[in-house]
């Protein structure tokens, strides 16, 4: 009995074993994908058994691994946009089978049901659509936000390079001592065969996120950035131009910003009424279940994606790879191709993370050939932790800071804290560019460009410009000679020196300008934040009511203008003024202000003497205080070489200001107080554009003449101000109260895109739209009290000066946009107060914007 008992128990263990050791012996086949022409791994690749449900996604790395349990003989590999293959197998063999795809050139368009008549696409019944439904409700649950916590490591690189450059591009003769800088790859690649790169950017950081009280901060432990002669160029507008177009892809917001723009996410609330959605495969051997969900827009030149993504069919309906591009038709400027591969990880919950985003586009004039600039932005993030609250100080104060020295870290920090190691050609960025300074052609071309495009001609410690405002001319100067410039910081950081000098051929009249300013910070005055005095003296014209936006008040352009243009005035200003920054954005500035003003053209000032008399005024003398508080959360700005220039985004910006006139101080004639405040503030609509609105108000305290009343903003030139009055003359209307409103709202195509003539065109369609309410109170209105200067009459050239009655000033336009790229043109139309003299009821205006 004893052998039988032995015998039956190896039996019993022999059965036992056997599904584990067939598992064992079970063959598999692996294998790396790869693209045949840029031949980089290729991730989110579809290998599976042919004919069955059985397979797999490649990892990050393009590998695959399948467990051949039902001796099958093919395994088939497919991926969006290439070719799929079918690839012979041995069954019961272990092997490696390395693919190599190749692309397909056929746009990804509906499926194609076999029958003898076309079914058309909808999305009743459409298993697709109820698929991205569920994605759609189960959002809130899979983002960030819907823990308590969390925090992660995260590594950002982002690197630009000339593309598709020629060989004969490359082997000019200008070129001959910067063979070094070229980069090779395959010509199939994006941006080419030869590229030039010239920016590399990276950033080590620890994220912290805690939902209540909500916070989200950034600690920049590390940053490292290829950088310029600061004399030539803006390395830290260079450094916010480039962040503000590659900003993060979140899939599950309803809107991606991109390239400045917003476009609708597939998994957007109504994205079904946007894109054509389909199941194009299943992956049911892996944990969980995935599900490959294609996309394409309804509308072509819409601002929408296309390519497909992978939802987990666990309940959570998570996105676990996705990978979006967008049509060649689609209404972006300069875009030649945009791919972004997103990869999500688990968490222990069992829910997914965002754990790598490749952005990669290439820009060009010409969408189809030529040179252009390639621009990859590659994000990890690592060490994904949930639930794990820290002290409060962790999560106060501004969503980014920077850690002490991370701009100081060795090449041994770098090498050892980057997740992977950056390529050959990649790590010689660094170097190569500070090689490329110590040429002399290139610091020659730099010199050069920085002319053309900033204005400014540079010598070391002072540089001159800017050079569009050497000339202009005007009614009452004439011919206008000017020339002027500025210290660098090559002479010192702390002290800044600005001046000027101009002659009026007609009026025999110079004009001059000095300024000087101390940095409180060793900063640049113009960079953020800002912490300085200046104290400057400005003895020089000026229009009344004319608000320039960014413009310096003698250039060229500026000289033509439309109507009669001679109401002018002589200011002497001397002002002392302190601006303090702080990283929050909240800033203050406090000032001091003594002016001098003096008519001239036609302008006069007069007033009634007690005997009825006519008396002609001089000048009028003020000395005032003032003092401003400003909240930009969030804000960011190109910083140039004249100015910062403030990016219009969706956060509002407060301004408060208040003015103190002083009577009897430093010759100063009156007593009053002003106050105006103002929002503004960017409203994406999704797929309609976006709207800017402006609103301001204002009171004047006080009793004094009409050139110390607010005299709104006119313009009489024929470019288009988006915060003037585009039909309003200058000096027309004044107020010592008023609220106005300016609304500004481009639909991005979304009309213009339905039109078959019109799509081809790119065209954007644009309302505006302004009104202002105010008026002067009895006591300021010069009917009322001889003392007070006259209002300006139409009886000279000028068209008069007038007080806000009680129906507002209105106008509005429609405009169409992108005209070459470039141009942006109104029709404006003016609706009351036509009856003034000189009122224009009808103009075109023109605008040029630079935009994606």
Do not use: C
């Amino acid at each position: 009995m004893k052998p039988l008992t032995t015998l039956f128990k190896k039996s019993i263990i022999l059965l036992l074993l056997l599904p584990f050791t067939a598992l064992a012996q079970s063959p598999v086949i692996k294998g790396v994908v790869t693209d045949i022409k840029r031949h980089e791994v290729m991730p989110f690749v579809t290998v599976s058994f042919a004919g069955t449900s059985v397979g797999m996604s490649t990892n990050t790395r393009g590998e695959y691994s399948l467990v051949n349990n039902g001796n099958y003989k093919q395994i088939k590999v497919a991926f969006i946009g290439y070719k799929t293959i079918v690839k012979d197998i041995e069954p019961g063999k272990d092997q490696v089978i390395n693919i190599n795809l190749v692309e397909d050139n056929h746009t990804l368009n509906e499926v194609v049901v076999r029958s003898n008549k076309k079914k058309k696409y909808t999305n009743k019944n459409n298993p697709a659509v109820e698929l991205i439904r569920q994605v759609i409700a189960h959002k809130k649950q899979n983002q960030l936000e819907s823990y308590d916590y969390a925090q992660y490591k995260q590594y950002e690189r982002m690197i630009f390079s000339l593309s598709n450059l020629s060989d004969k591009f490359k082997n000019k003769r200008i070129f001959k001592n910067y063979q070094f800088m070229f980069k090779e790859q395959d010509s199939t690649a994006i941006g080419g065969k030869t590229l030039l790169p010239m920016y590399l950017e990276e950033k080590l950081s620890d994220n912290y996120y805690r939902k209540a009280p909500y916070a989200k901060k950034q600690v920049i432990e590390a940053n490292k950035q290829v950088k310029y002669d600061a004399n030539f160029v803006d390395n830290e507008g260079l450094k916010t131009y480039f962040n503000r177009m590659y900003q993060d892809i979140n899939i599950y917001d309803n809107n991606v910003s991109l390239l400045s723009n917003q476009l609708l996410s597939p998994i957007a609330d109504h994205s079904p009424d946007y894109y054509k959605f389909f199941i194009t495969d299943t992956l049911k051997d892996q944990q969980p279940n995935l599900i490959e969900l294609s996309f394409t827009p309804r509308n072509t030149n819409g601002l929408l994606f296309e390519g497909r993504m992978y939802v987990t069919m666990d309940g959570n309906f998570a996105v676990q790879n996705a990978e979006l591009t967008v049509n060649k038709n689609i209404n972006l400027n300069f875009v030649r191709q945009m791919q972004a591969t997103l990869s999500y990880e688990k968490n222990n919950d069992g829910k997914y993370h965002l754990s790598q985003s490749d952005l990669k586009i290439e820009f060009g004039i010409n969408k189809n050939k030529g040179g252009g600039v390639f621009g990859e932005r590659l994000v990890t993030i690592n060490n994904f932790e949930i639930n794990k609250p820290h002290s409060k100080e962790i999560y106060d104060g501004p969503a980014q800071v920077f850690a002490s020295n991370s701009d100081a870290k060795s090449d041994l920090y770098w090498m050892q804290s980057r997740p992977d190691s950056l390529d050959a050609d990649a790590a010689r960025i660094y170097k190569n560019v500070d090689s490329l300074q110590t040429i002399p052609s290139f610091k020659k071309t730099i010199d050069i460009a920085t002319l053309v495009l900033a204005g400014y001609k540079n010598y070391g410690k002072f540089e001159v410009g800017p050079a569009n405002t050497f000339y202009s001319f005007n009614p009452v100067e004439g011919f206008r000679p000017r020339i002027g410039g500025r210290t660098t910081p090559e002479l010192s950081k702390r002290y800044y020196f600005e001046t000027y000098g101009a002659y009026g051929t007609r009026d025999d009249k110079f004009k001059y300008f000095f300024s000087s300013t101390y940095s409180l910070n060793n900063k640049s005055i113009y960079s953020f934040p800002q912490n300085y005095v200046r104290a400057s003296f400005q003895h020089d014209t000026k229009i009344p009511g004319q608000e320039l936006q960014f413009v310096q008040e003698s250039n060229f352009l500026l000289s033509f203008k439309r109507g009669d243009n001679d109401v002018w005035l002589y200011n002497d200003i001397l002002r002392l003024d302190y601006v303090h920054e702080f990283s929050n954005h909240l800033s203050y500035a406090l000032g001091f202000k003594k002016w001098g003003q003096t008519p001239a053209g036609s302008l006069q000032f007069r007033n009634l003497l007690p005997n009825g008399v006519i008396n002609d005024v001089d000048r009028i003398n003020t000395t005032e205080l003032s003092a401003q508080i400003r909240w930009a959360p969030h804000e960011k700005f190109y910083q140039g070489k004249i100015y910062r220039t403030p990016i219009p985004d969706r956060y509002p910006v407060f301004t408060l200001n208040y003015q103190q006139g002083v009577k009897g101080l430093l010759g100063g004639d009156y007593n009053y107080q002003n106050v105006t405040a103002n929002i503004t503030k960017r409203f994406y609509l999704s797929q309609l554009g976006f709207t800017d609105v402006s609103t301001e108000g204002s009171y004047l305290f006080g009793k004094v003449p009409f050139p110390l009343l607010d005299i709104h903003h006119a313009n009489q030139t024929y470019a288009f101000q988006l915060y003037s009055y585009n039909l309003m003359n200058f000096q027309e209307f004044v107020s010592d109260h008023y609220a106005s409103i300016a609304i500004d709202h481009n639909f991005n195509g979304f009309l213009f895109n339905r039109v078959p003539l019109l799509k081809k065109l790119k065209l954007r369609e644009i309302i505006d739209f302004k009104s202002l309410w105010g008026g002067v109170r009895s006591e300021n209105n010069p009917a009322n009290d001889n003392s007070l200067l006259r209002f300006p009459g139409s009886n000279g050239t000028s068209g008069g000066t007038h007080a806000l009655s009680a129906k507002p000033y209105m106008e509005g336009s429609v405009g169409v946009g992108n005209i070459f790229k470039l141009l942006r043109v109104d029709l404006v139309k003016r609706f009351t107060y036509l009856e003034n003299p000189g009122a224009p009821e009808w103009g075109v205006r023109a605008m040029v914007k630079f935009d994606f």
